[in-house]
């Protein structure tokens, strides 16, 4: 299939070793009298169910003609249906939902993910599966937490007990598309669903303590996850606080930046460390009048916090030259008159929340959303002119102090400070 229609389909067909350990995750004792793919594609789902449950009912759908004629010849025992999975008439009494689902299709330019197919087939499986009924999918790992698929998360712990959730990393070939394995039993008995115990790699962990992240994140250890409840426990906000400035989208860098000579001096991502920004390697050639996206300039020239856009957990300076910055480095300036700048440049530079934001987010990107969910610690003015005097006068050189005095402020015990110090070294 040319890449340009299996990319509008969402055609990447499953690995049959990946379907056979899939299924293999499944309770022994099952034996569904009704199974369903709701985007077979050629089959292989629905020929393993096959093999596995002789006596079992398979169904499948798919809106590729092509694809079926193969899943026909394939699975000749399943009824094949020329449909679309997510609104062809199927009935609410299914045993087992499973496949792979198309991740993107369907999605047009600027379409949010919310709006992405893989959301829409799990409600679908959702409203089709029996109550104990399970869905066994491979869905996109991002799907688990990223902030856009809140909705269709949602859907899901209030219908369904989820037994397993497995990150698989990328695997189909030649496409970076990191992938998870999603189980679930629809479960109309709340407690059971709260209790159920949901199986990470990284142990069990209870569905209700799962919830409580907001999403469903799987890489997280029962120690680490009680450690993001306590800093969060002793954590403010930034959201409603500060102004975030978005660094300048030039369209073309190449024509737009200059090394030398002329131009603005404009600070790129890499030209922050931890409390320093170098003297920018690059400067703006054009009027900012005339990039394709920009804050106003006078947020630019306010005293801000600076910090790069793509790293795996805050790294963060103050700018107090009032520079541009460009969409590597985005900013944030500081409006509630009992904060500040070198303090919060202090907090994101800590332990504990560079450790929050590398164990809540698993793509190296700080987004607005991510900053304003961070927890900043709560501490009294004096602490926090402490903090601020600390890093205005040593930056860099106190790093370290200024690591145990943040975490002074969320009453961390030795163990703990190890623990947040050894997972910063890692990320
Ligand atoms: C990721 S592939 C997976 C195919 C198969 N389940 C497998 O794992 O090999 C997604 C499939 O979804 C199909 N598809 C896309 N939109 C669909 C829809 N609305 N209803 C049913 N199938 C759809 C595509 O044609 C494609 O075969």
Redesign the pocket.
Known sequence: MPSASRKL??????PASL?ENALGTLPETLRPARVL?????????LGAAGARWPDASLEG????RG?LEEAARLVPAARLRL??????PIGSDVDLVL?????G??RVGNDRRGQE?AT??VVRALELLRPGGRMCL?LPAAWLEVAAHRAGRERLLELAAIERLEPLGNVFTGVHAPAALLVARREPDAAARSAQPVWTPMGPVAQATLAGEGSLNPRLSAGDRALLIKLDARAERLAGRVTFILGVVTGRNRAALVDAGGGEPIVSGTDVSAFRIRTPARRLALPLERVQQAARRENYARRKVVYRFIARHPVAAVDEEGRLTLNSANALAVDDPALDEHFVAAALNSSPLRFAHAARHALPRLLRSHLERLPLPAASASARRRIARLAEARGAGATEELDELVMDLFLLTPAERARLRSACRAS
């Open positions: 389909l969402g055609a990447y067909y499953t379907v793919d709701l985007s077979c594609g050629e089959g292989v789902w759908l798919d809106v590729d694809a449909a679309d999975g997510l609104l062809a496949g792979n689902p198309p991740w299709a369907g197919s829409g087939f491979l």
